[in-house]
DNA sequence: CACAAAAATATGTCTAGACATATGAAGTGT
DNA sequence: ACACTTCATATGTCTAGACATATTTTTGTG
């Protein structure tokens, strides 16, 4: 028969995006691995195709999915959002120059009442805290200063932070449901002149970034740009 | 029968959404106007109504059109971009503050080649150049020193831009196919300063923004926040 | 082995039909 | 006038089937 419907309070399509995006979040499907093709899924979901094709659609233009004819659907690998979280090696290598990276700092810390706040974390709960300078061809490019939360990154502790680049082995490991964006700008205090290779009082593009996933906050972070770096985007038609 | 499809080079429901979304940006179809219902326009374009729905739900996506069961189709009145154009008497309203703003400037310009690299139109065109202050309850909330072509904004010269706010008339006025943004930091220098009573030197987060149509270049305008401003967004999931 | 042709397969898209649901409009009673 | 009910209607969503298309895999050939 056609056109059977239950009244289900969530669309169906809805809800098969839901168990799709769960098991992404909680790595029963990781990156880069073959998910199930639509009919395998259609039959486990008792759900036409197109349903199935509906839901994966959706989370393909969210960024969790990978989609490519004959080749199948696989968790992506980056994570597309609309402000993308830039992975900034690729950002300073797009722009020709060859990438570096030093952290600052990198300590086990209780975090101050602002940065609780921002989380929704207790005052005083133990955090990693990490600053990190980013370079271009040797010359400061960024300047990030993260609170991590390990409690919401699994494996976390297997990682060399102090090797390893933060920004980017979270977004290549740590899917997020929720991000909180932030421009603000900021007249350079001595630490940010002295790190960014800035004068003391020059205006510095700040950049308040907050992500979540079903655990907790995972990361806050405070990266201030070059002075005269632009941040771009395109707008959607509208 | 079921499932006849040409091999034509264009999807259906993009060719369908296309033609919409041609209608509203040439004003055949007017902000507010309901539109044909999908059975009609599935009769029009000779496809199934699920292919029209498709359709204008990408369109209501992009912010084109608004839909209500059994209220209709309409053309949407507020356009919901990604980072969307607010109208600055919203913003300050909804932050509880009485708006006003304040026309500074409004000439006629030949335009200076920055500006028409930005927009690709020939250096010296006359375009019409204006700044305004925007306040929020007597405080300098934002600057904005814009350029506005006339040629891709029909109506515009029964507007008074003098009284009406110009923000708000382009955002209610002129759909838009394409906008840039760029967010970046400036240090105010003495003009900035003494409009947005910020001290000289201060960092200000500024916010510049071209939009266009098919007619071409709708306008550029560049946006000073008052210090300590914060533009935010919240990031689709990924 | 190199390379081209053919087969296989997963996603992309469309169609026709059906039921679900919100809500505007009209009618009804008080 | 006002509240309440009923009805009509446009969109929301799903199903099953079919064909389209991009790629990968396999097979055939020099």
Same mark, same amino acid.
């Given at each position: ?14 809800? %098969?995006?839901?168990?799709?995006? $769960? +098991? ?6 990781? *990156?880069?691995? $073959? ?7 259609? %039959? ?10 509906? #839901? ?20 992506? %690998?980056? &994570?597309? #959002? ?16 060859? !990438? @570096? &990276? $030093?952290?600052?700092? !990198? ?10 706040? +921002? ?14 300078? *980013? !370079?271009?061809?040797? $010359?400061?490019?960024? %300047? ?31 899917? !997020?449901? &929720? ?20 004068? *003391? ?22 990266? #201030?740009? *070059?002075?005269? &770096? ?6 959607? @038609?509208?």
């Amino acid at each position: 028969m056609t056109g059977k419907r239950s009244g289900s309070a969530v669309a169906k399509a809805q809800a %098969i995006a839901a168990e799709v995006r $769960r +098991r992404i979040v909680e790595r029963q499907w990781r *990156h880069g691995d $073959r998910i199930p093709d639509e009919a395998d899924l259609a %039959i486990e979901f008792d759900a036409a195709r197109a349903t199935v094709n509906k #839901a994966l659609q959706m989370l393909a233009d969210e960024g969790f999915l990978d989609r490519r004819r004959r080749a199948g659907t696989r968790v992506a %690998i980056h &994570h597309k #959002a609309v402000f993308a979280i830039p992975v900034v090696r690729e950002q300073v290598e797009q722009a020709g120059m060859a !990438y @570096s &990276h $030093r952290v600052v700092a !990198y300590r086990q810390s209780p975090i101050p009442a602002e940065i609780a706040a +921002r989380l929704a974390l207790p005052e005083g709960e133990v955090l990693v805290h990490m600053r990190a300078v *980013h !370079y271009g061809d040797g $010359r400061p490019f960024q %300047i990030e200063d993260r609170w991590l939360n390990p409690q919401a990154v699994p494996g976390l502790e297997k990682v060399d932070l102090g090797r390893f680049n933060a920004n980017e082995w979270l977004v290549l490991n740590t899917p !997020y449901l &929720h991000a909180d964006l932030a421009f603000s700008a900021e007249n350079a205090d001595r630490r940010d002149a002295r790190l960014l290779g800035a004068r *003391h009082g020059e205006a510095l593009l700040v950049l308040h970034r907050t992500t979540w996933n079903d655990l907790g906050p995972i990361t806050t972070v405070r990266v #201030a740009f *070059h002075p005269g &770096h632009f941040v771009s985007t395109e707008g959607r @038609s509208g």
